[in-house]
């Protein structure tokens, strides 16, 4: 008696069971670790979302971000609080939308569900977007508003069943994207190669469309776009590396090592048993190849800019391309991978995905190399402040040192007696990163931060953070402050962006519990 009915009922049930199974799955990689800490640059969308809309303006000016993620954020905290819980679920909402946008993605691509049903499986693996899904960052928005635009783009220029709401909803999404990241112009560049290459016919009309997505960024944000370019905010960013090409797309997925066995895998199970006129009939429509177009030239250009002018890093602004990738990776499976073969692919990455998740849920990734624990963050060090300063105490922060710090501050509701500062002074203003002073530029105003702490009434301490690096800054900050200060404590506190604290004071006095703690 022949198995194979049975076997092939087995089978049947498996892949209909798949979605739920991915439901729940994206249930998990959702919640599970949603009140992970906050590093420097999520804490620095909390305190920047926290002001009025006009200071919102003006931080962003004087950054390289762009203000729909903030505007979004600065209402949903207003009603939600500020918690780390509270700031990660939006980005936790945006990925579960952009799975399912995923889903009719590849549902408008192959025509079928199975390939909708592997292009959002796809996308609910990607470790990049999973971390992003629990990043107070605008990147989990940003993988959303492309997975949109790319889904109405397929719509408009490969079906005959387009309509007006179409074309509108298109130039809306993209107009919306445009403000949200400078990264989402690449996809649009992508979208209108593939345009080109495939729909020449078409070509005006998409360049009407993309034109109208672009007028409210002209209008509303170019005037600063010059400045952000001069300020040398993106500085810290490498020129493009060979690397950088090699591993950009399994970034998607873990890294060079982890990506690129999960994409092997996957074009093992692609080319196993298939035939060469299966393989012709999928590579003869054009879709596949829409996908891989914009997919490809909304990361390359970007890189090859790199080499030029830094602007790459790994792990976060490529999520512009993750719908279109995620899609071209499942409808390929869907369509060449035999049953078996793809069912034990995808119950296998999605039960793996799911047990790294949890078991790493108190991590933070920043990328597949960069990983922190809390113990590294800025939270013990927060804690221990909120014990040991007193109100009328200045903290006063070197290099990048202080987001992480205030917003923990903040969170605990203990600082409101202090008095922040930073050296160099304008980093209040630009949180995210620091200028490169002129050292008689750092002297005078370190003589100046001395002078005035040094003439201020009360018994107070200053509280001094070491932030990693800034050798220059550190040196000459101390030096000014031994000259008139008494250095009374060095608590050993550390964070994300600092490795030590110094404690000064005016007199012999013993002062605070911080001195206990040398």
Same mark, same amino acid.
């Given at each position: 008696m022949s198995l194979k009915p049975e076997n092939s009922s087995v089978l049947e049930t498996l892949e209909r069971l798949l979605l739920p199974c991915c439901a729940i799955a994206a249930l998990v990689l959702g919640v599970v670790g949603i009140g992970r800490f906050l590093r420097l640059d999520e804490a620095n969308s909390v305190l920047i979302a926290s002001n009025n809309l006009g200071r919102i303006v003006e931080y962003l000016r004087n950054d390289n971000n762009l203000p729909v993620y903030y505007l979004v954020l600065h209402g949903w905290i207003g009603w939600a609080g500020i918690s780390e819980t509270a700031v990660h679920l939006p980005s936790v909402v945006f990925y579960w939308f952009a799975i399912g946008v995923t889903y009719k993605l590849g549902l408008q691509v192959s025509g079928e569900k199975l390939g909708g049903l592997y292009s959002g499986l796809f996308y609910l693996v990607s470790f990049q977007a999973i971390h992003h899904a629990q990043t107070a960052r605008m990147y989990s928005l940003l993988g959303l508003l492309a997975g949109l635009s790319t889904l109405l783009f397929m719509r408009i220029w490969f079906s005959s069943r387009a309509k007006p709401r179409d074309w509108i909803f298109y130039v809306l999404v993209n107009a919306v994207g445009c403000l949200t990241h400078v990264w989402y112009f690449f996809l649009l560049i992508g979208q209108a190669l593939c345009g080109l290459a495939l729909q020449p016919k078409k070509a005006r009309t998409l360049a009407g469309a993309q034109g109208a997505s672009v007028v409210p960024f002209l209008l509303l944000w170019a005037?600063?776009?010059?400045?952000?370019? @001069?300020?040398?905010? &993106? #500085?810290?960013?490498?020129?493009?590396? @060979?690397?950088?090409? &090699? #591993?950009?797309?399994?970034?998607?997925?873990?890294?060079?090592?982890? #990506?690129?066995?999960?994409?092997?895998?996957?074009?093992?199970?692609c080319l196993v048993g298939v035939t060469r006129d299966k393989i012709r009939q999928w590579l003869g429509r054009k879709e596949p190849w829409a996908l891989a177009t914009i997919a490809v030239v909304s990361v390359l250009v970007p890189l090859l800019i790199s080499y030029i002018r830094p602007i790459y890093w790994p792990g976060r602004y490529t999520m512009i391309a993750l719908p279109a990738f995620a899609t071209a990776l499942g409808c390929s499976v869907a369509r060449l991978a035999g049953r078996g073969m793809r069912l034990a692919f995808a119950y296998a990455v999605l039960l793996t995905v799911v047990v790294f998740h949890v078991q790493t849920r108190t991590l933070v990734f920043e990328n597949s190399v960069n990983v922190s624990s809390e113990a590294d963050s800025d939270k013990p060090a927060a804690l221990a402040l909120c014990q040991w300063a007193r109100p009328g105490d200045t903290l006063l922060f070197t290099g990048l040192s202080r987001a992480g710090v205030e917003y923990y501050l903040r969170r605990f509701e203990c600082g409101q007696d202090l008095e922040l500062a930073n050296f160099p002074e304008d980093t209040a203003e630009h949180m995210g990163w620091v200028r490169n002073a002129d050292s008689e530029d750092l002297r005078a105003e370190a003589d100046e931060v001395t002078r005035r702490f040094s003439e201020s009434p009360g018994d107070h301490k200053l509280w001094v953070t070491l932030a990693y690096g800034r050798t220059n800054d550190k040196v000459i900050l101390t030096e000014m402050l031994n000259r008139r200060l008494r250095l009374s404590a060095t608590p050993d506190l550390h964070g994300s962006f600092f490795d030590g604290v110094m404690v000064f004071a005016r007199d012999s006095s013993s002062g605070s519990a911080a001195s206990g703690s040398r």
């Amino acid at each position: 008696m022949s198995l194979k009915p049975e076997n092939s009922s087995v089978l049947e049930t498996l892949e209909r069971l798949l979605l739920p199974c991915c439901a729940i799955a994206a249930l998990v990689l959702g919640v599970v670790g949603i009140g992970r800490f906050l590093r420097l640059d999520e804490a620095n969308s909390v305190l920047i979302a926290s002001n009025n809309l006009g200071r919102i303006v003006e931080y962003l000016r004087n950054d390289n971000n762009l203000p729909v993620y903030y505007l979004v954020l600065h209402g949903w905290i207003g009603w939600a609080g500020i918690s780390e819980t509270a700031v990660h679920l939006p980005s936790v909402v945006f990925y579960w939308f952009a799975i399912g946008v995923t889903y009719k993605l590849g549902l408008q691509v192959s025509g079928e569900k199975l390939g909708g049903l592997y292009s959002g499986l796809f996308y609910l693996v990607s470790f990049q977007a999973i971390h992003h899904a629990q990043t107070a960052r605008m990147y989990s928005l940003l993988g959303l508003l492309a997975g949109l635009s790319t889904l109405l783009f397929m719509r408009i220029w490969f079906s005959s069943r387009a309509k007006p709401r179409d074309w509108i909803f298109y130039v809306l999404v993209n107009a919306v994207g445009c403000l949200t990241h400078v990264w989402y112009f690449f996809l649009l560049i992508g979208q209108a190669l593939c345009g080109l290459a495939l729909q020449p016919k078409k070509a005006r009309t998409l360049a009407g469309a993309q034109g109208a997505s672009v007028v409210p960024f002209l209008l509303l944000w170019a005037r600063y776009l010059g400045h952000q370019a @001069r300020i040398g905010a &993106a #500085g810290w960013m490498p020129r493009a590396r @060979r690397e950088f090409f &090699a #591993g950009v797309l399994s970034e998607f997925y873990g890294g060079i090592k982890w #990506g690129s066995l999960l994409l092997a895998a996957a074009l093992v199970i692609c080319l196993v048993g298939v035939t060469r006129d299966k393989i012709r009939q999928w590579l003869g429509r054009k879709e596949p190849w829409a996908l891989a177009t914009i997919a490809v030239v909304s990361v390359l250009v970007p890189l090859l800019i790199s080499y030029i002018r830094p602007i790459y890093w790994p792990g976060r602004y490529t999520m512009i391309a993750l719908p279109a990738f995620a899609t071209a990776l499942g409808c390929s499976v869907a369509r060449l991978a035999g049953r078996g073969m793809r069912l034990a692919f995808a119950y296998a990455v999605l039960l793996t995905v799911v047990v790294f998740h949890v078991q790493t849920r108190t991590l933070v990734f920043e990328n597949s190399v960069n990983v922190s624990s809390e113990a590294d963050s800025d939270k013990p060090a927060a804690l221990a402040l909120c014990q040991w300063a007193r109100p009328g105490d200045t903290l006063l922060f070197t290099g990048l040192s202080r987001a992480g710090v205030e917003y923990y501050l903040r969170r605990f509701e203990c600082g409101q007696d202090l008095e922040l500062a930073n050296f160099p002074e304008d980093t209040a203003e630009h949180m995210g990163w620091v200028r490169n002073a002129d050292s008689e530029d750092l002297r005078a105003e370190a003589d100046e931060v001395t002078r005035r702490f040094s003439e201020s009434p009360g018994d107070h301490k200053l509280w001094v953070t070491l932030a990693y690096g800034r050798t220059n800054d550190k040196v000459i900050l101390t030096e000014m402050l031994n000259r008139r200060l008494r250095l009374s404590a060095t608590p050993d506190l550390h964070g994300s962006f600092f490795d030590g604290v110094m404690v000064f004071a005016r007199d012999s006095s013993s002062g605070s519990a911080a001195s206990g703690s040398r």
